[in-house]
């Protein structure tokens, strides 16, 4: 039985990047502004996670955007994507084991050239975390690491003669308990385009979607799974799927015309930009964020 889990959990993540180039902002929906989803983490340790992402995974770390209440959001570029992480002072739950463990945003696959194997294993081995097992395909090789936190992160390293534009992609996974009804959610409520579907072992289906250069896949083991979501305040873990748009108003308005569930109403973020939070199916958050609303300001 063990076998056959990581049997499934290794499909899961087969990778299916297409490695082409660069997606173009005129084709995303919302009028997003950056051709890249970003993923929100709510993380335990600013240490550990630069020890991880920027000493190990050797991501590039890019200017903290401090926030009202004084505390500051950490950001390291995963190719075109922005990995932020939120710390909270106070305990929050969390939940480790990966994809198979619960159901919420459960995966975070990076892009790395092939060069960049020996350091990371090497860091990896020397920081005292679990070393992947790598599965080989064509020009890549793949394997599972897990943050600090336990977070899920898949490791694709990329051979040499690539594009450039081949590392601006990224993939975001989740679990879910019901497929039809993501895939509902997502060709309906969040407009996004449908890359296909296939079995991954042991009866499981992965479904994709793609918004410029993310892809979405999600699967479900059952709808018995405890759910860990919430927002970066809530849980601990990866808390939100960021969209950045020119009109967070706009897109309220087009969600809730198509059917869709607001989670949190637009809200000023000091005088930094407007939020909101729509909820997804198992309670998944999806943000956005955007200009600060001339009625929101002060």
Known sequence: MRQ?????LAAICMVTFSLTGTAQTADLPFGMQSPNLNIVFSATSVEKTHEFYGEILGLE????IPF?????MIRYMGGGTQIKFLYSPNELPGLKGGARAARGIRLLALLLPMERKVSVMSGLKKHGYDTPTFTKGTGFEYGMAFDHDGNQIEVVFIAEGRPESTFDRCQIGLT??????????MRDIMGYEYAGEEPIGGGVMKYSYTVGNTTLKFWSFGDDLPIHVGSPWDIVGMALVQHLVPDVDAV?????ERG????TEPFALGTLATIMFVEGPDGILFEFAGPLLDRLKK
């Open 68 to 72: 009202p209440d004084g505390r500051s």
């Open 4 to 8: 056959k889990k990581l049997t499934v």
């Open 252 to 256: 309220r308005k087009t969600i809730l």
């Open 61 to 64: 770390r890019i200017a903290d």
């Open 260 to 263: 869709g569930k607001i989670h």
């Open 176 to 185: 879910v308990g019901d497929t039809e009804a993501m895939n509902t959610f």
